[in-house]
């Protein structure tokens, strides 16, 4: 069907002169937005006019973020790890000052000489009290200590970013110091300096043989970017601890399987087999919710329980969301006193968690997590469970049996590698099987149905048109906003759009954080693309108009047409604003990060007292969303790459683009968010996508050529077989692990022991301390003390509150919940 279709286009496309053709095509090409402001032709393209607007921008949004994290100083992950290092350095500091004193009389001075040295480069008390301080924090930030505060994913995030920021150097040297000159060589379009359209390939001849130069340089960028990718991956040593190497996750297991039995399966079906841990799940998603809301309720009887005693005068709040803000008292929203109010919700609290938590050994998932003694053994049973073997029409998996294969369903089981104990979502595990496909399902087809008609931001901006709601912009006749306001609107619109994707694989509660992250890169990924480029490329505005164009009878007949809207001059520079907007706008507009500001202002007025607020400050950072923000920078590089060639003067600003995200990237990693702990499959998912953008730029050339000189031209013929090689080649890694060494993976893994401690730790010996709760197959819920034990400690570390009252007072230490546990990880690593 391909290649009907392209000796189609060139049969059509061949008999249309440029300067015949360009002026009934570019109408034809907006004819869906005729009265709307946004892709109309303006000179050159309206670039210089949005680099402008866009860098002023720039530089208030700065402004306005150094006031707010002056003013707002609490918000995000800054305080948190502040906080975090400021009590780990007080808890330390005389520990250190004996360890010193007795390294000075010891022998062994290496010890003291790394005791030295331990002081990180990155000291908030000593660099960030200044307005602008935080911009030359950036660049001293260094990669270990990136890795010891963000974990080893986010390393490997900012790798991928510098090699594709390398590759747009080398792409950018070709594209701008050949392909352009060579682009303004030509003579088909008109002959001014200021023309957008002399930078464009449509600006040289179809029978020019300079376009074999593109047609190389195309197939010169697939070589250099599987190359990138190569050298990213070959120096990513993924560590994979031996805990989840020896680990196996277990789904259809008789729901009242008990641990004992399941040990006995293994050790009796497999020789020199030995099970140290069988734990089955169980559904704990109410549980850890009564947990989180019982130990909010005690912060709070805690808080007003030391302000009491401090200033010896009873609190009195309002007990309604909002309350503090209410500044009249009307029957029913008096004030109650705090400490009456906090206790009685705390032991209705306590006795609801106590009920849940008898509960919860009769909910099992039919799920366990089992740790065997080495890794050979682990990957034995794997491949004895995984291994498909054929009798007659049915093929499956004949795994060993023992006595308690039928008791245990052993025949049902689904085996798999365990996923990190921090990866795994437990609240999710009981939404399983086919209540989960049918939630998954529903969410998906309500996702396509909506974006089925608004795919675009483009369809929106032309249905606010005809409400008039952009006539005013047009009617003040001036270029600067006209030319300005549509690419911010489309900015808008492009970020909003993306946004419902990203939830939609939010509610369809994965098991793990990596699933999530995966899901939400590649939906967002393939919207964006279509949303992005493909379809404003065509001259459409939906993939609703997209489906009727392609299964329409006059398909072929349009084709032509529509495949010359992407050559048109404007169009590249349509496609160069907004790579513009989203270097400027999107990459500032990720530094304020303001959806979560709003979030964190929404929460601060709704809580109810000063203890829920001083809460709500504690647990407002989040996880770095690695799978939104790959789908976001992946979207940009692949619009740079596919006009690379047609439309060369994309590449700087692109590069631009990389750079400040790669910037915005390394402080918000650092500061603002919390640690993630995912699998590598986030990372080489990434390196997959990247492989389009270049197999995107050879369709673009071949569309190009054939239109231009047809489908049996050399240039066609040699740029299609490249192509079709090309996704040959991938498709057969993608889908069955063939040519390996033609891959962009090159990937080294390295195990650690789990359970093995430094030996060492700032220059000293270690201490006993135990292995964080985290790193256990067990829900963090289940592995708390009872809520009496708690209590008593709560009193201890009560004083945590005093630190709103009393300006010196700094013990915060804190109850370990879902996600103080994220805080705690990141102490520990």
Same mark, same amino acid.
């Given at each position: 069907?391909?290649?009907?279709v392209?000796?189609?286009?060139?049969?059509?496309?061949?008999?249309?002169?440029?300067?015949?053709?360009?002026?009934?095509?570019?109408?034809?090409?907006?004819?869906?937005? %005729?009265r709307?402001?946004?892709?109309?032709?303006?000179?050159?393209g309206?670039?210089p006019?949005?680099?402008?607007?866009?860098?002023?921008?720039?530089?208030?949004?700065l402004?306005?973020?150094? %006031?707010?994290?002056?003013?707002?100083?609490?918000?995000?992950?800054?305080?948190?790890?502040?906080?975090?290092?400021?009590?780990?350095?007080?808890?330390?500091?005389?520990?250190?000052?004996?360890?010193?004193?007795?390294?000075?009389?010891?022998?062994?001075?290496d010890?003291?000489?790394?005791?030295?040295?331990?002081?990180?480069?990155?000291?908030?008390?000593?660099?960030?009290?200044?307005?602008?301080?935080?911009?030359?924090?950036?660049?001293?930030?260094?990669?270990?200590?990136?890795?010891?505060?963000?974990?080893?994913?986010?390393?490997?995030?900012?790798?991928?970013?510098?090699?594709?920021?390398?590759?747009?150097?080398?792409?950018?040297?070709?594209?701008?110091?050949?392909?352009?000159?060579?682009?303004?060589?030509?003579?088909?379009?008109?002959?001014?300096?200021?023309?957008?359209?002399?930078?464009?390939?449509?600006?040289?001849?179809s029978?020019?043989?300079?376009l074999?130069?593109h047609?190389?340089f195309?197939?010169?960028?697939?070589?250099?970017?599987?190359?990138?990718?190569?050298?990213?991956?070959?120096?990513?040593?993924?560590?994979?601890?031996?805990?989840?190497?020896?680990?196996?996750?277990?789904?259809?297991?008789?729901?009242?399987?008990?641990?004992?039995?399941?040990?006995?399966?293994?050790?009796?079906?497999?020789?020199?087999?030995?099970?140290?841990e069988?734990?089955?799940?169980?559904?704990?998603?109410?549980?850890?919710?009564?947990?989180?809301?019982?130990?909010?309720?005690?912060?709070?009887?805690?808080?007003f329980?030391?302000?009491q005693?401090?200033?010896?005068?009873?609190?009195?709040?309002?007990?309604?969301p909002?309350?503090?803000?209410c500044?009249?008292?009307i029957?029913?929203?008096?004030?109650?006193?705090?400490?009456?109010?906090?206790?009685?919700?705390e032991?209705?609290?306590k006795?609801?968690?106590?009920?849940?938590?008898?509960?919860?050994?009769?909910?099992?998932?039919?799920?366990?997590?089992?740790?065997?003694?080495?890794?050979?053994?682990?990957?034995?049973?794997l491949?004895?469970f995984?291994?498909?073997?054929?009798q007659?029409?049915?093929?499956?998996?004949?795994?060993?049996?023992?006595?308690?294969?039928?008791?245990?369903?052993?025949?049902?089981?689904?085996?798999?590698?365990?996923?990190?104990?921090?990866?795994?979502?437990?609240?999710?595990?009981? %939404?399983?099987?086919?209540?989960?496909?049918?939630?998954?399902?529903?969410?998906?087809?309500?996702?396509?149905?909506?974006l089925?008609?608004?795919?675009?931001?483009?369809?929106?901006i032309?249905?606010?048109?005809?409400?008039?709601?952009?006539?005013?912009?047009?009617?003040?006749?001036?270029?600067?906003?006209?030319?300005f306001?549509?690419?911010?609107?489309?900015?808008?619109?492009?970020?909003?759009?993306?946004?419902?994707?990203?939830?939609?694989?939010?509610?369809?509660?994965?098991?793990?954080?990596?699933?999530?992250n995966?899901?939400?890169?590649?939906?967002?990924?393939?919207f964006?693309?279509?949303?992005?480029?493909?379809l404003p490329?065509?001259?459409?505005?939906?993939?609703?108009?997209?489906?009727?164009?392609?299964?329409?009878?006059?398909f072929?007949?349009?084709?032509?047409?529509?495949?010359?809207?992407?050559?048109?001059?404007?169009?590249?520079?349509?496609?160069?604003?907004?790579?513009?907007?989203?270097?400027?706008?999107?990459?500032?507009?990720d530094?304020?990060?303001?959806?979560?500001?709003?979030?964190?202002?929404?929460?601060?007025?709704?809580?109810?007292?000063?203890?829920?607020?001083?809460?709500?400050?504690?647990?407002?950072?989040?996880?770095?969303?690695?799978?939104?923000?790959?789908?976001?920078?992946?979207?940009?590089?692949?619009?740079?790459?596919?006009?690379?060639?047609?439309?060369?003067?994309?590449?700087p600003?692109?590069?631009?683009?990389?750079?400040?995200k790669?910037?915005?990237?390394?402080?918000?990693?650092?500061?603002?968010?919390?640690?993630?702990?995912?699998?590598?499959k986030?990372?080489s998912?990434?390196?997959?996508?990247?492989?389009?953008?270049?197999?995107?730029?050879?369709?673009?050339?071949l569309?190009?050529?054939?239109?231009?000189?047809?489908?049996?031209?050399?240039?066609?013929?040699?740029?299609?077989?490249?192509?079709?090689?090309t996704?040959?080649?991938?498709?057969?890694?993608?889908?069955?692990?063939?040519f390996?060494?033609?891959?962009?993976?090159?990937?080294?893994?390295d195990?650690?022991?789990?359970?093995?401690?430094?030996s060492?730790?700032n220059?000293?010996?270690?201490?006993?301390?135990?292995?964080?709760?985290?790193?256990?197959?067990?829900?963090?819920?289940?592995?708390?003390?009872?809520?009496?034990?708690?209590?008593t400690?709560?009193?201890?570390?009560?004083?945590?509150?005093e630190e709103?009252?009393?300006?010196?007072?700094?013990?915060?230490?804190?109850?370990?919940?879902?996600?103080?546990?994220?805080?705690?990880?990141?102490?520990?690593q």
């Amino acid at each position: 069907m391909l290649p009907y279709v392209i000796a189609t286009l060139g049969s059509a496309g061949a008999t249309c002169k440029a300067s015949t053709c360009n002026n009934s095509t570019k109408d034809y090409c907006y004819s869906a937005r %005729i009265r709307s402001t946004v892709l109309q032709g303006l000179p050159f393209g309206g670039v210089p006019t949005v680099l402008a607007l866009d860098f002023m921008c720039f530089l208030a949004l700065l402004f306005v973020f150094s %006031i707010l994290r002056k003013v707002a100083w609490d918000y995000g992950r800054l305080a948190l790890v502040t906080d975090a290092d400021r009590r780990r350095r007080w808890q330390t500091e005389r520990e250190e000052r004996e360890y010193v004193a007795s390294a000075l009389h010891s022998d062994n001075h290496d010890r003291y000489e790394r005791l030295t040295s331990v002081s990180s480069s990155v000291d908030f008390d000593q660099r960030d009290n200044g307005f602008c301080s935080w911009l030359t924090a950036i660049f001293r930030i260094k990669d270990d200590e990136i890795r010891d505060k963000c974990g080893g994913d986010a390393v490997h995030y900012l790798s991928f970013q510098r090699h594709i920021i390398g590759l747009l150097v080398a792409v950018g040297v070709l594209s701008v110091g050949i392909v352009l000159p060579v682009n303004f060589s030509g003579d088909l379009l008109e002959n001014n300096a200021y023309s957008f359209g002399r930078t464009t390939i449509a600006n040289l001849n179809s029978g020019n043989n300079l376009l074999w130069l593109h047609t190389s340089f195309a197939f010169l960028y697939l070589l250099l970017t599987v190359y990138s990718m190569r050298r990213h991956t070959s120096k990513m040593r993924y560590k994979e601890d031996d805990l989840v190497k020896r680990t196996l996750f277990i789904n259809g297991i008789s729901k009242y399987a008990e641990p004992e039995k399941i040990k006995k399966h293994f050790e009796e079906a497999y020789a020199n087999c030995t099970v140290l841990e069988a734990r089955p799940c169980y559904d704990v998603a109410r549980l850890m919710f009564l947990d989180a809301e019982r130990k909010k309720a005690e912060r709070g009887r805690i808080y007003f329980t030391n302000l009491q005693s401090k200033e010896n005068t009873p609190s009195m709040i309002n007990p309604k969301p909002c309350g503090h803000l209410c500044c009249c008292v009307i029957r029913g929203c008096e004030e109650v006193e705090a400490i009456e109010y906090y206790t009685k919700l705390e032991e209705k609290l306590k006795d609801d968690y106590k009920r849940e938590k008898e509960k919860v050994n009769e909910k099992p998932l039919g799920m366990a997590f089992v740790t065997f003694h080495n890794e050979t053994i682990t990957a034995i049973i794997l491949k004895d469970f995984n291994a498909c073997k054929c009798q007659g029409c049915a093929c499956r998996g004949e795994p060993r049996a023992s006595s308690c294969s039928e008791s245990l369903h052993v025949s049902n089981w689904t085996v798999s590698y365990a996923p990190d104990p921090q990866n795994i979502y437990w609240e999710h595990l009981s %939404i399983r099987g086919f209540i989960w496909w049918i939630r998954c399902l529903v969410i998906n087809v309500v996702l396509f149905i909506l974006l089925f008609f608004l795919t675009t931001p483009a369809i929106i901006i032309t249905t606010m048109d005809k409400f008039n709601v952009t006539k005013p912009v047009e009617y003040l006749n001036n270029p600067i906003i006209t030319q300005f306001f549509p690419t911010l609107l489309l900015w808008c619109f492009s970020a909003l759009l993306p946004t419902i994707v990203y939830y939609s694989a939010f509610f369809e509660a994965h098991w793990t954080r990596s699933g999530e992250n995966r899901t939400t890169m590649h939906k967002c990924y393939t919207f964006l693309i279509f949303m992005v480029l493909l379809l404003p490329s065509l001259g459409l505005s939906s993939l609703d108009v997209f489906f009727r164009w392609l299964f329409d009878k006059k398909f072929l007949a349009e084709a032509a047409v529509r495949f010359e809207c992407v050559f048109l001059p404007d169009n590249g520079a349509f496609f160069v604003n907004y790579v513009i907007a989203s270097a400027f706008i999107g990459n500032a507009m990720d530094l304020l990060r303001i959806p979560g500001l709003l979030m964190y202002m929404i929460r601060l007025c709704l809580a109810r007292s000063a203890a829920e607020r001083r809460n709500v400050k504690r647990h407002q950072a989040y996880e770095f969303q690695f799978g939104a923000a790959y789908a976001w920078m992946m979207c940009v590089f692949t619009v740079v790459m596919t006009y690379s060639i047609t439309c060369p003067i994309i590449v700087p600003f692109g590069l631009m683009y990389m750079l400040l995200k790669h910037l915005v990237d390394r402080y918000n990693l650092y500061y603002a968010y919390l640690p993630a702990k995912l699998d590598k499959k986030i990372h080489s998912g990434a390196v997959n996508q990247v492989v389009a953008a270049p197999i995107l730029c050879l369709f673009w050339l071949l569309f190009f050529s054939t239109m231009r000189t047809g489908f049996l031209a050399p240039t066609s013929m040699f740029t299609f077989v490249v192509l079709v090689i090309t996704i040959v080649i991938c498709l057969c890694h993608v889908c069955f692990g063939h040519f390996k060494y033609l891959s962009a993976h090159n990937y080294k893994i390295d195990h650690t022991e789990v359970d093995a401690i430094e030996s060492r730790q700032n220059g000293r010996p270690a201490t006993n301390l135990p292995a964080p709760k985290s790193t256990k197959y067990i829900a963090q819920v289940l592995q708390d003390s009872s809520p009496e034990g708690e209590a008593t400690e709560s009193e201890e570390q009560g004083s945590q509150d005093e630190e709103l009252i009393n300006a010196d007072g700094m013990n915060d230490t804190d109850f370990q919940s879902c996600e103080d546990s994220l805080i705690e990880n990141e102490i520990h690593q």
